[in-house]
């Protein structure tokens, strides 16, 4: 079967088959990719950390959020440009499709150069808000500058899955990162280990990997455009404006949600080394228990946009509901692992003096378990939040990130008085908790409203 056979069929079980098979068959490949790209994120950090230190281990904590709050934004960018391709191929609508796809390519290409020059000159910045200690300091910004200035290839990357996805692929990007992962820990250990490149090391393995990733998912969408329909791909100025409004407030989400994560940090990163490299090795981990909700939410997001273009608004409504109980089950699963294997998992991070590993794994370890206890509600938010953007709403994902941040703020700076130290732990918890009331009360509102898009 050829690849745009495969793709055919692909998309032709969202739009037919059963929801949970449609829903789990999207979902799996990426979570498999997701799992890879964890591997990796857990290698480079503990290859750092057990090869650098605890100076370096805390360093890359003080990064993680800015890093992570780049990668997400592009995520969320070019998942705008996916949610629209979804909803053309859906309605079969096969000129719009290319025409928005040649649209979206320009602006994420613009996008990801001016962002890239905008975080390397505003990097020594960065990290003085973030209140990054002097022992960490050198460590931090040649991280932080290294990854900004692979922004282009990672936005690149994001943006040729995104097609993939809205087409009902989501083997090739499996693939993409799985090439990736694998080039990514080879050149970890090469470059860190044996070559003593330091954490520049790491990071460049990190971008160089991105950047064969991009090429590899820009190799497999290309295979989505006929012959005959090459014609049509154009940049269209008039869906210019529709479109970054949408892609816009996807940002907007994740910057709001952002600041609360960065206030966070803030404080974590005053607090002594052991504390901070505690607190980095649980957010290294949280990815690991994260990249499950985020597949369910790309497998709703396709789902949805697909079978709304499609007019089939019965069977939108069916994957709501049988997708938030696969979401709901697999967060169990998450959570018993968490209770049962936190403190190995925690330990996976740490090396060095005796008294310092002992404070730091006390520290992680509390954080995953208050994690753990939330963890059906990380779930429920990326899920619904999903679904509401996959018909075309971003307002409430929006309006939940500001809940989402009320949240965080409330625990770090009201709850200090009770929890002292601690109350940095139950930050992201709590606003899990506010994200997933508002994003499900707004899920049931749509749902319950839908019209097909021509009504």
């Known amino acids: 079967m050829s690849a745009v056979e495969d793709i055919k069929a692909a998309s032709s079980e969202l739009l037919t088959a059963p929801p949970a098979k449609a829903l789990l068959r999207f979902a799996l490949p990426l979570m498999a990719g997701g799992a890879c790209q964890q591997i990796y994120a857990l290698t480079d ?40 391709l979804s909803t053309a ?17 320009l602006l994420a290409l613009v996008s990801g150069l001016l962002l890239c020059i905008a975080t390397e000159l505003c990097a020594p910045l960065i990290l003085h808000a973030m209140q990054v200690q002097p ?9 932080l500058r290294t990854i ?15 097609v993939l996805r809205s087409v009902g692929d989501s083997r090739a990007p499996l693939r993409a990162m799985l090439i990736s992962s694998v080039l990514n820990i080879v050149l970890d250990i090469v470059l860190v280990a044996f070559l003593h490149r330091g954490i520049f090391g790491a990071a460049a393995a990190t971008v160089f990997s991105q950047g064969v990733s991009a090429l590899y998912a820009g190799l497999c969408a290309r295979k989505l455009i006929a012959p005959a329909d090459k014609a049509a791909l154009r940049y269209d100025g008039a869906l210019t404006a529709p479109m ?13 949600s952002a600041v609360g994560g960065l206030v966070t940090q803030a404080v974590v990163n005053t607090y002594p080394i052991p504390y901070i490299a505690g607190y980095t090795a649980t957010n290294k981990l949280y990815g690991l228990l994260e990249f499950a909700a985020i597949s369910y939410g790309y497998a709703i997001t396709t789902y949805t946009g697909q079978n709304y273009g499609a007019g089939n608004i019965p069977r939108v409504r069916r994957g709501l509901i049988v997708g938030e109980g696969l979401a709901l089950a697999t967060s ?14 925690v330990m996976v991070f740490l090396s060095g003096d005796a008294a310092d590993v002992a404070a730091a794994c006390s520290v992680g370890l509390k954080f995953l378990r208050i994690m753990g206890v939330g963890m059906s509600m990380l779930y429920t938010v990326h899920f619904m939040r999903s679904f509401v953007q996959g018909l075309g709403h971003a307002g409430l994902a929006t309006a939940a990130s500001v809940c989402e941040l009320a949240a965080r703020l409330a625990s770090v700076f009201l709850l200090g008085a009770v929890l002292g130290t601690d109350c940095v732990l139950y930050a992201e918890t709590l606003a899990w908790i506010a994200g997933a009331v508002i994003t499900t009360i707004g899920a049931v509102y749509y749902a319950r409203r839908l019209k097909t898009p021509v009504e």
Do not use: K
Request: charged residues 10%; neutral net charge.
């Open 148 to 162: 900004y200035a692979g922004i282009p290839f990672l936005m690149l990357y994001h943006f040729f899955s995104g």
């Open 244 to 256: 970054l409004r949408f892609s816009a407030l996807m940002t907007v989400q994740v910057a709001v």
């Open 89 to 105: 191929f859906g309605a079969g609508d096969r000129e719009l499709f290319c025409r928005t796809a040649a649209t979206s390519l």
């Open 45 to 84: 950090a503990a290859v750092v950390g057990r090869v650098l230190g605890v100076n370096a281990l805390s360093a890359l904590g003080a990064c993680d959020l800015l890093v992570w709050l780049v990668g997400a934004s592009l995520g969320a960018f070019t998942q705008g440009f996916s949610i629209r």
């Open 332 to 345: 169990a699963l998450f959570s018993l692992l968490i209770f049962t294997a936190g403190r190995a998992l």
């Open 135 to 143: 022992e960490i300091w050198d460590y931090a910004l040649i991280y």
